[in-house]
Every structure is written in structure tokens, then in C-alpha cells.
């Protein structure tokens, strides 16, 4: 089934241990972006990637680094996680920046302890 | 600082009923509004794109308004299903969103 595609899917780290959250498109979208979700909270956007070949800071980039691979694949990156970054990571893509309706990944669900 | 509000924060009503859930934005210079559906534990999924240009956009039994002027959008669920239960959040341009306001239709 066409969509966007996050892993894993669950994540328990250590303060301090680094990783990289996975997602991956096969629509041919041109957009991508990572957000967290906090609890009573709507989303905020971390990084976003308006084509291939670009990323650009959203709302909360402290702490995360990103990667667009390729048109499919964006990843997000924690260096050194603290606790604060405990969230539902959420990668979603659209055809043309804003301009268009957006394709969520299910969710990573991230805890750091 | 550009902000969205939904109000109220949930919902509970009758099933059958028609309801409206409210969005509020500051700025007006505002290029799209978009409504999304995220059920518990699960990611989301985008009902209506409202563009700039655009007054409503109709889905089935949703349709969507749009009033740039008074930086309101607002999404009409017509003959409401428990089916509808879920969490309903409005983004523009996908890079502010509302908290949500969260509907229970009771059978």
C-alpha cells in the first residue's frame, strides 16, 4: 500500500545514547517533514525538507539532525537524547511544500529515560 | 506569534446529531488551512484542504469552511456516527497546528 512508512515503531533510550528515526515515502513526494507530538499538544515541526537535496529548521530543531537521502527517504537523528525528546515522532510527506494535503507516517513512540 | 486554537478541547454528543468544530488562526495572510482525523494511538489522516483562494471544501458528510477575515475555519460533521470518534486537528500549511478538540459520539 502506497504511504509513508516510520521506524521503529516503539524506542526506550538512555539519556545521552543517539539514534535515527527512519521514514521512507513511495508516493513521489516532493516534501517531507518530521514532527512530535506531546501530549495535549498539537504538533510541532522539527525539520522539513521542501525537495530533495534541501532541509530547513521548523519550529523545534534543537537537539535533532536530519537527512534526506533521496526523494523517498528522510531521517530524523538524535545525537544525544535527553528526556525532554520523550514524544511521538511523526514523518509525514506532501506533493508540493504546504500547498498540498499531507500523507502521515503511523508514529514512533520514543522514551527516554 | 502565529497560534491556532481549537475550542472546545472535547466533545460529546448524541449520534445523529450534526456538530461543528471550531478553528481559530492570527495572521491572515494565511495560504491553507488544512483538517485532519487522528484516531488513539495512531497517526494522521487528512480530511480537507482548504486553499486561500477557496471558501469550502466538501468531503461526504464533512465539509470545511474557510473565513480569511475573521480567521476562523470551521468543519461541519453532518448526521454524526460513532464512527466519527476521534481526534480532529486544523493545521495552516501544515507548520502550526491546533491542539485538538476530541469528539465522542455515543450510540
Known amino acids: 500500500n502506497a504511504g509513508v512508512t516510520q521506524t521503529p515503531k516503539f524506542q526506550v533510550l538512555k539519556t545521552g545514547q543517539s539514534m535515527t528515526l527512519q521514514c521512507a515515502q513511495d508516493m513521489n513526494h516532493n516534501s517531507m517533514y518530521w514532527y512530535r507530538q506531546d501530549p495535549g499538544m498539537g504538533l510541532r515541526l522539527i525539520y522539513y525538507?521542501?525537495?530533495?537535496?534541501?532541509?530547513d529548521k521548523g519550529e523545534v530543531p534543537n537537539g535533532y539532525n536530519v537527512s534526506r537521502l533521496n526523494k523517498r527517504e528522510f531521517s530524523l537523528r538524535l545525537e544525544s537524547a535527553a528526556p525532554s525528546q520523550t514524544s511521538v515522532y511523526f514523518c509525514a510527506s506532501s506533493e508540493s511544500g504546504g500547498l498540498d494535503r499531507y500523507t502521515f507516517g503511523s508514529g514512533t513512540r520514543l522514551t527516554v529515560v | 506569534k502565529q497560534e491556532v486554537t481549537q475550542i472546545p478541547a472535547a466533545l460529546s454528543v448524541p449520534e445523529g446529531e450534526n456538530l461543528v468544530l471550531n478553528c481559530s488562526f492570527t495572521d491572515s495572510a494565511i495560504y491553507n488551512l488544512q483538517w485532519f482525523r487522528q484516531d488513539p494511538g495512531k497517526g494522521l489522516t487528512s480530511l480537507l484542504l482548504i486553499q486561500s483562494s477557496q471558501r469550502e471544501q466538501t468531503s461526504g458528510r464533512l465539509n470545511a469552511s474557510l473565513d480569511k477575515s475573521s480567521g476562523r475555519s470551521t468543519l461541519y460533521i453532518a448526521a454524526s456516527q460513532p464512527g466519527d470518534s476521534a481526534t480532529y486537528l486544523c493545521?495552516?500549511?501544515?507548520?502550526?497546528w491546533g491542539a485538538g478538540t476530541k469528539l465522542i459520539i455515543k450510540p
Open positions: 493545521s495552516r500549511e501544515g507548520l502550526i
Open positions: 525538507s521542501a525537495s530533495e537535496g534541501t532541509t
